[in-house]
Structures are given as C-alpha cells and as structure tokens.
C-alpha cells in the first residue's frame, strides 16, 4: 500500500499544479484554491476490528496524496471526544509533513463514537467564508457517552438531531459531507442522507483498492477535471490541449505498457523522452505528457477498469452541477456546455457542429441509460431518463464534433424513491423517503404480504413503520411495497423493490425465489430433482443426524440403569444406520440415475 500510496502521491502532486487547480467559471462553482478539505476519522475501539489493515492511515496518505497545492485542508479524530491534530490551513510541503507525522494519533482509540459532535465541531473551527468539504471515516453507529437506562434513546435523539437540525442547516451553508464506511456494519442509512442531503459521495471502502477508488471520485467531485473518453486503449488528443496525464491500471505483474504517438512513436517506461514522466507501481502507471502532439494516441498493454486520460485545456466542458444521486422513477435534468478560449472548428476552418450525450453506466460498467441534449445557442440540455436498478453507478456527459472529444464522470448513487430495511429478527420495517420531494403529506405507502394489507405507521415526515406479524423464521417472504405520491398536479404510483424476509431462510413462500431475480407474479413451483436439492437433501439430513448421533451420550448418562431407555438407545441407533443407508443410496440414484426431460 505505501508504494502505491507514493505514486499516488506523485501524481496528484502533478495534477495539483495542472488542471484540478483551474478556475472553474461560469458554472457558479469558485475556484478550487477557495477548497476546504477536512478528514474527519473514526477512532472508536470498534476501529480495531473494523479497520485491521490500517485504512484510516491509508485514508490519511491518500489525502496527503490528492489535494492540490494553495487549498485548506485539516485533519480531526472523534470516538467519546473530538480532536483537531492538524487545524484547517494551506496545502503545502510543510503540510504534508506534518499531516503523515499524525498517523500514530489514529490508532489513539476512544470508546465512544459521537459523530453529531464530531460534524459539529469540524464544521465550526475557522470557516473562513471558504468550500468547507467533510470527508467522514467511520465503521459505526451513533453512540454517545451516555449512562444509564435510557442510552438507546440518547443515541437515537442525538442521530435525530443530526439529520433534522444540523445536516439541513450545514446544507444551507454550503457544506458538502461525503461518507466512507470502513465495515458494511456501519449505520448506511444514515451515511447516505448525510451525504445525500448536503451534495456529497457515500460510499463502503474495505479495502485499500476501493479507498482508492473513492478517493478518487470524492477528489473528481471537488475538483472536476476534463478527460477525453479512453476506449480499447485508445483516445484522441486535439489541438487545444495543452498536455495529459494518463493514470492507467493493471494487475500486479502486468507486461509493460506501451504508449505509441500519432506519429508511431513509441514510449515506455525505460524509454522515453526528458519531457514525459513516467512512473510504474505495482498496480498502476502515470504517464505525464505536456504539449503532446494533435492525433489519436494509443496504449499497448492491459489496462483495467477505471484507468482515465486527464487534460489540460483552453476549451472544456461545462456543466450544472451533478447530482450524487439518482433515483429509481425519476428522470435527472441536465445541462451542459462547452467554454474557454478558441473555437471549435474544423480542419478545413469552418465551425464544428459539436453534440453533447449523458450516459449512465451501472457498476459493472455496463451503458443502461443514454440521452442526446439538445442545444439552445450552444446551452445543451435534457433529461435522463429514470434507472430501473439500485446501487452504484457512474453518471458522464461526453462532448464531441469532429477533432473534439470532452469528457466529465462522477461516481452516483441509484436508490429507491423509498427504502425499505427490516430489523433481525424480522419483527419491523423501516422505510425511509430518499426522493427528496416525497413526505407524509403527498406520499401514502401500501405494504402486502401473502395477499393481506399490513398497517403503515407514520414516524415523521419522511419515514414509516410496519409491524409485521409473528414470522417463521425458517420461512423466506416477499413483502409487497407501493408508494402512491402526489408532486404537484401529478399522481404517481411507484413500484418499490420487493423486499424479503428472512432472506436467508431454507424455505420460500409466495414469489421469494422470483423476486430475488426481479420478476414478479404469485406462484409456487415444486423445484426438479437435481444436484442442487440433492445437496439440500443432504444437508438437512446430515443436520438431523448430528443432532440424534449428539443425544446418545446424554441419555445413556441419564437412563444407566433403566432397560427399556436402553431399548430404546438401541433402537434409535438401528434407525440412526437405515436412515443414513437409505440417504446415500437415494442421493446416488438421483445423481447417477435421473434423465432429462424431453421436449
């Protein structure tokens, strides 16, 4: 991790003096040197658990990494208190000194783990009127230094204070707090309105390549930077670009990268011109290129996902700001447009007819949604039409004409308009209003579970309850849930996820099994023998077995000297032998034996 953490370093350290330290105009945005960039680390004992290979340092190096040279930035810890080891001030080489000579105060663990304090005092030391961005470490829950009975509801009223007082008043000043979850045992919901409700990232880190990963989107969306689409190894560079720096992955031990000009020049590592920086790590290559040459360029090698060409350059790509979250049934407006200083033209000297499209890709990278803009006088706007999928997504706007290619990407979460979370054991449903326009006073939310209608208990504005009914745990169910809500003069009905009880439940009533895979329809199918119920099969009678072959001892200690207790030891034990001559004789019969159905 600290060889990667170096190149890392040298990289940003470059990116810091190039284009991630531009002014951003016309977008209302201010110039990324006006940044304030507060880390913000869980040190609760839990830490110790949760965080074993010591990503809150990684986290500290990583940020020592990324932020650009003449913007803020501090560093705090939190647990029972709140600790400012490094206050809020410019990003320089004697700042980054002292910022990694603090990695030792994050393995000072507390006991406690008050966030309410922790966003409270961080936000308020020494403001300056500046971009104040909270990067949030944690692994946990709110848990408050607190005694007696009544600790449940001091956490639950400081949580509350949280998200109903503090989060929307931060919001209103222009705070932006993004969330990084060391353990997927961290309070979600909560990170992720956090996050949500104050314009910023929420994400789960629990490794080292995915820290790096979310540093870099939360990074991207504090200091947008321009790229040109890099696809198959291939991007194009055109004549307003004034250099690139191309962060470029690959697996350890990769074969060597090649980078070949428009010309067929050819680059690599241990050979290139003074001019070009290259660095090589284990998991990755940087590629700095000032003035490159007009043309397609080309990387000869195997990169992986998330490599990226930054640029450099008098034209780029503007855009409204984008949101961090999507949301299942609603479409997302956009606007873009392209500035700066020259003009777009083609070779021939005439203006280029530029296009602009919005694409979003789900985590597997594959493109689900896409939308041309259209343009009034060069302003492109339009709407992205609404995901049918939840979970993490990446959200682009490319410009193109001939010659000409823009890219912008930021990293999005896709949610349900409503969320839905049941407590173990499965005795309660939580649910959540995530649309930031749905409330109690134009949402009305139905739940049905096996065809029978289950009361839905408003909690406040934006959150409900259901009590279900006693469950057989041993039994997996689908609950049926449907938002009805009214925004404006519109009426519409939507279909939230199905949600299962007790999920991991050998058994499944109603359309459990379906809905897993996202279909619906009320049926139940006696499943085909086959290797996958033999295994079942198998295993429940192995359980069984265990369970008789476990008793004996005990009764033969308790019955020594009855004899028909041991009559009936004896007679167990016959039964425990035919039951298991009998399982491996029918699972070798349905293994070797059964044929396939013929059409």
Not at 264 to 288: C, K, L, M
């Amino acid at each position: 991790m600290r060889v990667l953490v170096a190149g890392m370093l040298m990289f940003f350290l470059l990116e810091g003096s190039g284009s991630w330290a531009q002014e951003k105009n016309g977008s209302g945005v201010e110039k990324s040197d006006d940044a304030d960039v507060r880390l913000v680390v869980d040190v609760s004992g839990s830490m110790k658990q949760n965080d074993p290979n010591r990503l809150g340092n990684s986290a500290l190096e990583l940020l020592v990494s990324l932020l650009p040279s003449g913007v803020t930035g501090g560093l705090w810890t939190f647990g029972s208190e709140v600790n400012n080891p490094l206050p809020a001030s410019t990003v320089d080489s004697a700042w980054r000194q002292r910022a990694l000579a603090l990695k030792p105060e994050l393995s000072n663990y507390q006991q406690f783990t008050d966030i309410e304090r922790a966003v409270r005092e961080t936000v308020q030391a020494g403001a300056n009127g500046t971009r104040r961005n909270l990067i949030l470490f944690t692994d946990g829950v709110v848990d408050i230094p607190a005694n007696g009975n009544d600790k449940r509801q001091q956490d639950a009223a400081s949580r509350k204070r949280l998200l109903n007082e503090l989060i929307p008043r931060l919001a209103k000043e222009g705070v932006v707090i993004h969330t990084i979850a060391f353990s997927p045992d961290v309070d979600q919901s909560l990170a992720r309105q956090m996050a949500g409700k104050t314009g910023g990232l929420a994400v789960v880190a629990e490794t080292p390549e995915a820290l790096l990963r979310a540093f870099l989107d939360v990074v991207d969306r504090i200091f947008p930077v321009d790229q040109v689409p890099l696809e198959d190894g291939h991007f194009a560079i055109d004549g307003q670009v004034d250099g690139f720096s191309a962060l470029l992955f690959h697996g350890p031990g990769a074969s060597q990268l090649t980078l070949i000009g428009p010309n067929g020049e050819r680059y690599t590592a241990d050979d290139h011109p003074d001019s070009v920086q290259w660095q090589t790590q284990n998991r990755f290559d940087i590629i700095t290129v000032p003035e490159p040459e007009s043309g397609q360029w080309r990387i000869d090698g195997p990169i992986g996902k998330g490599s990226r060409i930054n640029i450099d350059s008098s034209l780029s790509l503007r855009s409204a700001e984008l949101p961090t979250e999507l949301y299942m049934d609603f479409v997302t407006r956009l606007e873009a447009w392209v500035e700066g200083q020259g003009a777009l033209q083609k070779p021939d000297g005439k203006p280029a007819d530029l296009t602009l499209r919005a694409e979003l890709a789900n985590a597997q990278g594959q493109t689900v949604r896409s939308v041309q803009l259209t343009s009034d006088n060069g302003h492109f706007s339009g709407s992205l039409p609404a995901p049918d999928f939840v979970g993490n997504a990446r959200l682009s706007l490319i410009a193109s004409s001939e010659g000409f290619q823009r890219l912008r990407q930021q990293a999005v979460n896709v949610l349900p308009a409503v969320s839905a979370q049941v407590d173990q054991p499965a005795t309660r449903v939580k649910l959540q209003g995530e649309y930031p326009l749905l409330s109690d006073d134009n949402t009305r939310i139905k739940a049905q579970l096996q065809g029978k209608e289950l009361p839905v208990v408003t909690v406040d504005s934006t959150q409900w309850r259901i009590e279900l009914p006693e469950l057989d745990p041993d039994i997996s169910l689908p609950l049926r849930l449907t938002a009805t809500a009214t925004l404006g003069s519109e009426t519409r009905v939507l279909e939230l996820p199905v949600l299962i009880l007790n999920d991991d439940a050998r058994r499944g009533l109603g359309d459990a099994s379906l809905d897993r895979q996202g279909l619906s329809g009320e049926r139940m199918e006696q499943a085909p023998i086959d290797a996958k119920s033999d295994a079942s099969l198998a295993e429940k009678l192995n359980t069984k077995l265990s369970r008789i072959a476990n008793t004996v001892p005990r009764l033969v200690r308790e019955h020594y000297d009855d004899p028909a207790a041991w009559l009936a030891i004896a007679a167990g034990i016959v039964l425990l032998c035919i039951i298991a001559v009998w399982r491996r004789r029918a699972t070798h019969r349905h293994r070797h034996q059964r044929e396939e159905p013929h059409v």
